[in-house]
T-cell receptor
Framework: EPEVTQTPSHQVTQMGQEVILRCVPI?????FYWYRQILGQKVEFLVS????????KSEIFDDQFSVERPDGSNFTLKIRSTKLEDSAMYFC?????????????FGPGTRLTVL | QKEVEQNSGPLSVPEGAIASLNCTYS??????FFWYRQYSGKSPELIMF????GDKEDGRFTAQLNKASQYVSLLIRDSQPSDSATYLC???????????FGTGTRLTIIP
């Protein structure tokens, strides 16, 4: 069964450093998303991406964040200068259709720890 | 007012019984509703989605939607210990691509 994959599973970085989180969405999906979940809190939307551009972003997704689909399979989230409060699980998701029929399938996540 | 509300639990249900999980949402224009299961330390796993008022059944799971009351629920029949997890309700607000999640209900099935 096709699934979303993410690398690395765990990333430890120093405050102020840049990190890139990588995702390979399900192959025939067209819509891609990033969410995050701070420990003990709810899953929060960051950004959605379709047709090689951002279709929606949240207030969390400020100028420190960027997304890219560098090739036909990868989807990346870059955090330019990490802060302590960026420590969270970051989930990539993909769907074959757009809203409202956008059943989103999540990857296993990357645990980001900022020291 | 919170966008998606769920009782955080924990909800304890004996094995073999029916577990009932509830969710309310604030955006009356929301069109699609999802239930995810999340085991501790793992990612959300999609188990049900519903778009129309009424019931939708898939195996042991039934999703119920009442748009007039802005209420969606998930029933789990013949609960198994492996059903013990946090259940997340997610709503697609009108005009958005994002899913808005509730805080989740922690369900424990007691053998």
């Amino acid at each position: 069964e096709p699934e979303v994959t993410q690398t690395p599973s765990h990333q430890v970085t120093q405050m102020g450093q840049e990190v890139i989180l990588r995702c390979v969405p399900i192959s025939n999906h067209l819509y891609f998303y990033w969410y995050r979940q701070i420990l003990g809190q709810k899953v929060e939307f960051l950004v959605s991406f379709y047709n090689n551009e951002i279709s929606e972003k949240s207030e969390i997704f400020d100028d420190q964040f960027s997304v890219e689909r560098p090739d036909g399979s990868n989807f990346t989230l870059k955090i330019r200068s990490t802060k302590l409060e960026d420590s969270a699980m970051y989930f990539c998701a993909s769907s074959s259709g757009g809203a409202p029929y956008n059943e989103q399938f999540f990857g296993p996540g990357t645990r980001l720890t900022v020291l | 007012q919170k966008e998606v509300e769920q009782n955080s639990g924990p909800l304890s249900v004996p094995e073999g019984a029916i577990a009932s999980l509830n969710c309310t949402y604030s955006d009356r224009g929301s069109q699609s509703f999802f239930w995810y299961r999340q085991y501790s330390g793992k990612s959300p796993e999609l188990i049900m989605f519903i778009y129309s008022n009424g019931d939708k059944e898939d195996g042991r799971f039934t999703a119920q939607l009442n748009k007039a009351s802005q209420y969606v629920s998930l029933l789990i029949r013949d609960s198994q210990p492996s059903d013990s997890a946090t259940y997340l309700c997610a709503v697609n607000p009108f005009g958005n691509e994002k899913l808005t999640f509730g805080t989740g209900t922690r369900l424990t099935i007691i053998p």
